[in-house]
């Protein structure tokens, strides 16, 4: 193990922050209600230990939305048993469920090949009317209209039945959109470890306070350094990936149901409809 990791993995086996017990307490609860396994309970007792942690995420998307969300949850199982074994330390998966994002286009839809190599298109109706809100907060509704659309274009297998079990199965334990996410990934990967956790809970948002406390203060270095790594990349020859405003800002504000975006400039903190002093939002 190279000496720097092997110092850090020391320092938070003698010293865990508290933070991390607390955090520990509360990935224990969210993940046991939904669902979750013996090895993704033994990680969570890793991780309150002083674990290292390999995360990828993903916004929680119909059926869990595009085929790479799986892909990146396995390689990031994958990551974490290497890193354990070659390095001889403990490491968990972690997958972030980006519960709190609003795009809601970006998570209501799907595409499914039939048995003759056919496209077929469906857009969840029920859930337009929650357009603009995090999309986890999004109360599950609608199950005839899903399993209608998937009883005609899943093929009549062997499989069928079990597939519409996992799904519903899942879908009557779960009161949001973002819990019934986290309950399909754990039922397809819990048994390698994988850890789900929810930024839309309350613990979660509690113990980001001080990074939110830094944004505040700073809220525009995000940006900056954002746009400053993509110009290093764009010297490098690849071409940038995300590409921030000036003025905007790395969070967003909810103005009632709505997640906004923020921008600031003049020492005031703006949204569409509203503006605030430093001191409003603190």
Same mark, same amino acid.
């Given at each position: 193990?190279p ?10 086996k ?11 307490a ?11 396994s ?25 059926l ?5 969300? /799986? ?13 354990a ?9 972690v ?36 357009q ?21 274009v ?5 499989f ?6 996992? /799904?519903q ?5 779960s ?63 690849y071409?940038?990936?995300l590409?921030?405003?000036?003025q ?35």
């Amino acid at each position: 193990m190279p000496r720097q990791l092997e110092d850090r993995v020391n320092q938070l086996k003698s010293q865990p922050p508290p933070e991390r017990e607390k955090l520990a307490a509360h990935l224990m609860n969210y993940n046991t209600q939904m669902g979750a396994s013996q090895s993704t309970l033994d990680n969570i007792n890793k991780l309150a230990d002083g674990a290292l942690v390999v995360m990828t995420g993903q916004q929680p998307g119909l059926l869990t939305g595009p085929l790479y969300t /799986i892909y990146k949850a396995i390689s990031c199982i994958r990551l974490a048993q290497r890193i354990a074994k070659t390095y001889n330390c403990p490491c968990v998966p972690v997958f972030w469920n980006a519960a709190e994002d609003h795009d809601l286009p970006e998570v209501n839809q799907l595409y499914m090949l039939n048995r003759e190599d056919v496209w077929h298109y469906f857009e969840f109706k029920a859930a337009q009317e929650y357009q603009g809100q995090a999309v986890g907060h999004i109360p599950l509704g609608g199950w005839d209209e899903l399993w209608g659309w998937l009883d005609n274009v899943l093929p009549d297998t062997d499989f069928k039945s079990d597939c519409k079990r996992l /799904i519903q199965n899942s879908w009557e334990a779960s009161n949001t959109w973002g819990e019934w996410f986290s309950r399909l990934m754990l039922t397809l990967l819990g048994k390698y470890g994988l850890l789900m956790i929810d930024p839309n809970q309350p613990p979660i948002r509690q113990l980001m306070a001080p990074v939110l406390e830094q944004a505040l203060k700073n809220p525009l270095i995000p940006s900056q350094l954002v746009n400053s790594a993509g110009d290093e990349l764009q010297q490098r020859g690849y071409k940038p990936q995300l590409k921030r405003a000036p003025q905007s800002c790395s969070f967003f504000l909810f103005e009632g149901q709505k997640r906004q975006p923020v921008s600031f400039s003049d020492g005031r903190f703006y949204t569409t409809n509203a503006h605030y002093l430093p001191d409003e939002l603190g």
